[in-house]
Structure formats: C-alpha cells, structure tokens
C-alpha cells in the first residue's frame, strides 16, 4: 500500500486495511521520517482515526526522541477525534470515532505536555491549537497569553485557537489589522465562525477588492454568511460571474448557506410574533 497514492486519494476511497497500515508505520521507527510524518497525517482522518491510532499518535506526542515535526503533525491528527467527541458525545456508537476514555486521556496527556516548558515550542503550539478543538478551561488563558507574546509564531497559534473559544472578539478586531498574512487570515476565519459584526467593514472590503487573493477570499465569503446572511446576495453579485471556478462554487454555496439561515431567522420572528 502505497502512502503517497493514499494521500492523493480521497478518504472514503482508502481500502479498509488503511487505517490498520498507518498504525503499522507510525510503531516502526525504521520506517523513514517522511513515511512516518505522511502516515501520521493520513491517520487523523474521520475515516481511520480509531482508539488503537489515537494512542500510538499521543504515545509519539509524548516522545521527546521522536522528531518535533513527527510530534507536532501527530498531535495535530488527534485533533479530529477531540473535535468529533466534543460536538457528538459518546451515546450515539454510530457517532463515536474514540471512545470516552481516550478521549479523556488525550485531553489529561495534551494539557500536561503543554504545560512542560521544556517541550519544543511548535509542539506546544500545536499542542494548544489541537486541543483547543475541545475546549476546556485551560485554554483561555493560555490563548491569551499566546496573543500577548512578542513571538509572531504564538500570535498566530493563538489567533487560530480563536476561532474556536468564544469571547475573543476584540482580540480578533485588532489582528485583523495584523501585517502578517497567516494571521490576517486566521482573524477571517474567527470573525466569521463567531459572526463578528463589527469585522463586517474589514470582511466587505476583502469580498469586494479585486486584490484578495484567493484563500482570503474564500474566508471572507464564509463570513459573510455568518456574520450577516441577509446581506450575502447583494455582496456576491459580482463573484457569481468570477473567473475562478472554485471561487464560484463557493459563492453558490454560500447563497444556500444564507437563505437556511435566512429562513431560520424568519421562522424565529413569527414565533415571536405568535407568542
């Protein structure tokens, strides 16, 4: 089985011994670093991740003889599993991917490593932007402690962790204005999962500058969903005829997005009205 066809293939199209094959790799130390950093990152996929990859991903995590890369992408594929428990719970077996118990062993491991000054840095980076995808108390924080460092890396560990813990909205509003381009980006995507109204100016001048580029773009369409639906046909009236195809898909995507959301808000008043 061949780790760089997998990558190139979508996830539900993996044979069913995949997941059991990057378990394989990920155990054996012989099996060359870029295998086992591929491997790794295949491994945190919703299709494979399982009790048996979650421990051997946490086990490398822990490792300080293993490389800081392989470390930071393993914790980093624990985070589907995290994010999955957190949203789903663990009543449902159609809906569980790891159970309970790891899914607290994770959570104890990762705030313990983290909490470790002698860790490498970007493992603890990732570490907290992993975590973070099941909030717990610690995190608040130490986001905040991570937006406050002079370090340009910890800013941007931070203002990613944002998009996932409430309460940030100003923190979000000034990196907005960052000049580093990863982090303007992150702000995007946070402004919009929290519907951040007053990044709205900021979020329709990048829909509207011909100078976006891509990426960015494609996070300020996905905010303005979020942060005002009503508003969304108006703003994309000129993206549904743009060049790019992918850009236009996700502007057709985004009008759907705004009419549920539009409808919900409709039925809201009327129940409001009835009562």
Known sequence: M????????PPWE??????????????DDQAGESNRCLAAELAGDFTVISDDIAHALLSIAANPNESDKLRGISVISLGTGLANADMMGFEDPDDII????????????LHKLFVDTDIPTDVRRRILEASVRAPQDWHRENVLAAFSSDEEAWRLTAVFCMQFIRGFDDQILEALNDKNAD???HAVCAAGNWAVDAAWPHIR????????????????????????????AEVFGDLIDDDDQEVVD?????????????????????????R
Do not use: C
């Open 250 to 274: 996700a502007v057709y995507e985004a009008l759907a997005m705004a009419e549920a959301l539009n409808e919900i808000d409709d039925e809201d008043e009327d129940d409001e009205f009835l």
């Open 98 to 109: 790891i159970s309970e118990k790891t899914f607290i062993e994770i959570q104890e491991t």
């Open 2 to 9: 061949d780790l760089k066809i997998l990558e190139h293939t």
């Open 205 to 232: 001048a990048l829909v509207d500058a011909d100078t976006t580029d891509k990426p960015l773009l494609l996070a300020a369409i996905d905010a303005v969903v979020n942060i005002r639906p009503q508003e969304a």
């Open 14 to 27: 993996w044979p069913e011994d995949a997941g059991p094959h990057f378990l394989k790799i990920l155990g």
């Open 183 to 185: 982090i303007h980006y």
